[in-house]
């Protein structure tokens, strides 16, 4: 009898033993790439997403690793978030992994438990698309472990951990500085001055009959030139005693901010104009300038005024002109800015207005 039962505790504990699987889940080291150059830690990530790349592997010539047996366990560190925009569904490996974004750890993860058996000789990578949520330096991190409850073996315990070290910097919107509106006629002239402009997109001007709800009349794509002016219509559905004007910058990823607001005369009788142009612009070493009528000629007494974008009339010259199509008009001492030239026929009651620079 003795015997018979140690015969079955042999046969039984053979078995338990052969159910055991012998893997080596494992991880490689990881990436973050911004889709054209891998980032290390002597460059930044901004809130412009990335893709961390995680490549997951095992290294068993013999065993597959069955399913349900391991969970990888991704930890994005403090400075990063999974991009809003990504559908983890759509992620690498997702036929081997079922994902989800945790964040009720002190760090935010992405989990993945194992739906389908990891093929021996196994050698592929997982990705996800990331944004930087704060400035400042961090880890990301991943565990790729066997179950506690998986009668799974792991060959080699020292390649299911690793982590990349990453500095986030994210870029303030673009600030703004002397910003301006002038009515002029019928149009708002606007300048202004801009500053740190590596991530600016474009600069939107919106305007308000009541100072609340504003609407965009235009937009001037940034182009690095710290400086910008344009001159914009009063439209019929604009027109109002008093208009508020604005600028929205907005950064390549989005976020954006506004100036302070700027009030000015809202009425405009549409009065009678002439073509104008001038030049040098923008003015550089010169004090003289060429005004030049693009229709007809000037004949008749004109006053020309220079105006700074502040409304400020620093100077007004009459003229007495013959069938002319230009005349030069003399700046003086004026510091670098943007500015108008306006000439109005005092006889005729025709004025334009023509904004240049001076460097």
């Known amino acids: 009898m003795k015997s018979i039962y140690f015969l079955l505790l042999l046969g039984f504990s053979f078995q338990a033993s052969a159910q055991v699987v012998t893997a080596d889940p494992a991880v490689g080291a990881l990436n973050l790439t911004d889709n054209i150059t891998k980032l290390d830690r002597s460059r930044t990530i901004s809130s412009l997403p990335v893709t961390l790349t995680v490549p997951v592997l095992n290294l068993s010539p013999y065993n597959s690793i069955p399913n349900n047996s391991t969970t990888i366990i991704i930890g994005l560190g403090s400075r990063l978030s999974l991009s809003p925009s990504f559908n983890l569904a759509t992620a690498r490996l997702s036929n081997y992994f079922s994902f989800v974004y945790n964040t009720s750890a002190s760090q935010p993860r992405i989990i993945g438990t194992q739906i389908a058996a990891i093929p021996k000789d196994f050698i592929d990578s997982t990705s996800f698309e990331v944004v930087g949520k704060s400035s400042g330096s961090s880890a990301a991190s991943v ?3 066997i179950n506690a409850t998986a009668n799974v073996d792991d060959e080699d315990g020292s390649n299911n951990a690793g982590s990349i070290s990453y500095t986030v910097l994210i870029t303030l919107p673009v600030t703004l500085s002397q910003f301006n509106a002038l009515k002029t006629g019928c149009n ?17 001007i919106e305007v308000s009959k009541d100072g609340n709800s504003f609407v965009s009349i235009g937009e ?20 109002a005693p008093s208009l508020y004007v604005r600028v929205k910058s907005i950064d390549k990823d989005s976020r954006f901010v506004y100036s302070a607001v700027r009030k000015v005369a809202g009425n405009c009788d549409a009065p009678k104009t002439f073509g104008l142009s001038l030049f040098p612009n923008p003015v550089t070493v ?39 199509s230009n005349f030069q008009f003399n700046l003086g001492n004026i510091s670098s800015g943007h500015y108008l030239i306006k000439v109005i026929n005092t006889a005729g009651g025709k004025s334009s207005a023509i904004h240049f620079q001076k460097n």
């Open 286 to 324: 010169t004090k003289e300038i060429t005004i030049v009528a693009t229709e007809g000629l000037f004949a008749g007494k004109y006053d020309v005024s220079l105006i700074d974008m502040n409304g400020r009339t620093l100077q007004t010259r009459q003229l007495q002109l013959n069938n002319t």
């Open 220 to 239: 001037i794509p940034a182009a690095n030139a710290g400086k910008y002016a344009r001159s914009f219509p009063i439209t019929e559905s604009m027109k």
């Open 188 to 204: 708002i002239d606007v300048s202004f001055n801009s500053e740190e402009e590596k991530n600016a997109s474009s600069y939107d």
């Open 143 to 145: 565990n790729f472990s």
